[in-house]
């Protein structure tokens, strides 16, 4: 594992955790050249999907995409990033179960409207607003009138 800090390769392990859910380690690292330490996490390479844009380009599955579209959908909301990224983790879970070599955009951003609808309704509303593209107010208000249906 190539140092953060000086690019050296050569480092030992100290510490190793399994996380909670059993799938990923957490390894705490000493360079041997600097002494300075760091953490690596590791986890499974699985297979994934390449993913169809609307344009039809086809580009592999980039699980910080997904992350990073909900942390703005969810910015100053009470929605931890341990949640987050359970929330990452089911979507990415339900892409392998489809054991499909390639998947529509349009529906991993479908998987991501769901999870946001049981997390929370202003992130739902905030991803629609830019995943749907909504034109005016009135597009915005009949997703809010949509959410506070269900609420009732």
């Known amino acids: 594992m190539k140092c ?67 942390k703005k959908a969810c910015q100053k909301r009470p929605v931890s990033m341990e949640t987050l990224e359970i929330t990452v983790d089911k979507i990415e879970q339900s892409l392998m179960d489809r054991s499909a070599k390639e998947i529509e955009s349009s529906e991993i951003g479908e998987a991501i409207m769901m999870e946001l609808h049981e997390l929370d309704d202003i992130a739902y509303v905030r991803f629609a607003s830019v995943y749907r593209s909504f034109k005016d107010i009135t597009d915005f208000m009949q997703e809010v009138k949509k959410v506070l249906e269900k609420k009732d």
């Open 4 to 70: 953060p800090y000086c690019n050296d390769i050569e480092d030992k392990v100290i510490d190793s955790r399994v996380s909670r859910d059993g799938e990923t380690i957490r390894r705490r690292r000493e360079c041997i050249a600097c002494k300075k330490r760091f953490t690596t996490h590791e986890r499974i390479e699985e297979t994934l999907p390449s993913i169809i844009k609307k344009d039809d380009r086809r580009e592999p599955y980039d699980r910080k995409k997904i992350m990073e579209g909900l």
